[in-house]
C-alpha cells in the first residue's frame, strides 16, 4: 500500500500551465504503475495519463498538452499541464496500481484525496 498526497491544484485562465504533484509514502513506489484521473461535476471520472518504469501514456484528449514524470527517489509524481482549457476543469486524482498499465479507474487500490483544477475562460 502506498498512501498519496496531491498538491498544485488552482485557477489559471485558458491558455495557461498548471503543474500537480503526488508525494507518496510506503513501500516499493517504484514498482507502482502511477496514474492521473479526473472528474468534472456530474461527470464520471476520467483517465488522464499513467506512467510505469519504461512508458507513459495519455488519454487522447490531452496528449501534446500534458506530461506525467516521476521521481522514483523523491517517490513523486508530477503532471504538468499546458495550453490549458476550460473543459479541463475538474478534481484531479492521483493514483497507484501495483499491476500493469490500465485506464480502469477500479483497477487502482491507492488513491489521494484529490486537488481542484479550474480554467476559466
Known amino acids: 500500500q502506498v498512501q498519496l498526497v496531491e498538491s498544485g491544484g488552482g485557477l489559471v485562465q485558458a491558455g495557461g500551465s498548471l503543474r500537480l504533484s503526488c508525494a507518496a509514502s510506503g513501500r516499493a513506489f517504484s514498482t507502482y504503475d502511477m496514474a492521473w484521473f479526473r472528474q468534472a461535476p456530474g461527470k464520471e471520472r476520467q483517465f488522464v495519463a499513467a506512467i510505469n518504469w519504461i512508458n507513459t501514456y495519455y488519454a487522447d484528449d490531452v496528449k501534446g498538452r500534458f506530461t506525467i514524470s516521476r521521481d522514483n527517489a523523491k517517490m513523486t509524481v508530477a503532471l504538468q499541464m499546458n495550453s490549458l482549457k476550460p473543459e479541463d476543469t475538474a478534481v484531479y486524482y492521483c493514483?497507484?496500481?501495483?499491476?500493469?498499465?490500465?485506464?480502469?479507474?477500479?483497477?487502482?487500490?491507492?488513491w489521494g484525496q484529490g486537488t481542484q483544477v479550474t480554467v476559466s475562460s
Open positions: 493514483a497507484a496500481r501495483a499491476g500493469p498499465y490500465t485506464t480502469y479507474d477500479r483497477a487502482y487500490d491507492n
